[in-house]
């Protein structure tokens, strides 16, 4: 478990130093872009205007929008476009658990994170498997 940890923040150490070298968003890591588009499934959260989002990587999202009816497609398979909360820290987060994964840890670790969304588009009324 301790061998986990360190590793764990070793790598965060080395992707830290490195998060800046990046100047041109083509050459951006997927996981350190702010805006993304994803496809998956849409289903209601806990709270309110809380929803959870399940790309079809298997990635799991918290979502939100202040623009796009959401409640609308609980249910639905859609595509989604939105802005990713803190970018820059989630990916270095998802940058460690591939990390990790190379070194044989956590190897069914998958992309999570917080996301408002900026457009909406049904692909299916219903989520698919």
């Known amino acids: 478990m301790n061998l986990k940890i360190v590793t764990g923040l070793i790598a965060l150490f080395m992707f830290a130093g490195t998060a800046g070298l990046a100047t041109a968003q083509d050459t951006t890591k997927t996981t350190h872009k702010k805006t993304r588009t994803l496809t998956g499934c849409l289903q209601k959260g806990e709270d309110a205007n809380e929803y959870n989002f399940t790309a079809k ?19 639905h398979t859609v595509k989604i476009v939105g802005v990713v909360s803190n970018a820059m820290a989630h990916g270095m987060k998802e940058d460690t658990k591939e990390e990790m994964k190379e070194h044989g840890m956590d190897k069914h670790a998958k992309e999570s994170g917080h996301m408002t969304v900026t457009k909406l588009t049904m692909v299916s009324d219903t989520c698919q498997k």
Do not use: A, N, Y
């Open 57 to 75: 990587d298997g990635g799991t999202w918290e979502i939100k929008s202040d623009s796009v009816k959401l409640d609308e497609h609980v249910g």
